[in-house]
């Protein structure tokens, strides 16, 4: 059974720093591409990174780069997204997803496992 659950979220001030995890099983973790999309509260889904099967190649959308890194560690099959100078407009639901797509998919249609995602919500 493929699981990918994420953990990590919570509540952070501005300015603050959070690092997800998504916990990859039932799949060769180290063949696929993984990704991380958000959920804003009202909105649709939105890409925000994505990172090649290698971990080599790392993609991001304007509005997350200099502060979001995506990282993985396929001896833990495991993806990472740390986040830093958090603002409210990061407040979403982070879901991770694979996709055994070749090279760094950018496309949600291209995700065929996805987990059940972890809450960010940035107030003061």
């Known amino acids: 059974e493929v699981r990918l659950v994420e953990s990590g979220g919570g509540l952070v001030q501005p300015g603050g720093s959070l690092r997800l995890s998504c916990a990859a099983s039932?799949?060769?973790?180290?063949?696929?591409?993984m990704t991380w999309v958000r959920q804003a509260p009202g909105k649709g889904l939105e890409w925000v990174s994505s990172?090649?099967?290698?971990?080599?190649?790392?993609r991001y959308v304007d509005s997350v780069k200099g502060r979001f890194t995506i990282s993985r560690d396929n001896a833990k099959n495991t993806l990472y997204l740390q986040m830093n100078s958090l603002k409210s407009e990061d407040t979403a639901v982070y879901y991770c997803a694979a996709s055994n797509v070749l090279g760094v998919p950018l496309r949600i249609q291209e995700y065929d496992y996805w987990g059940q995602g972890t809450q960010v919500t940035v107030s003061s």
């Open positions: 990172i090649i099967n290698g971990g080599g190649t790392t």
């Open positions: 039932g799949f060769t973790f180290s063949s696929y591409a």
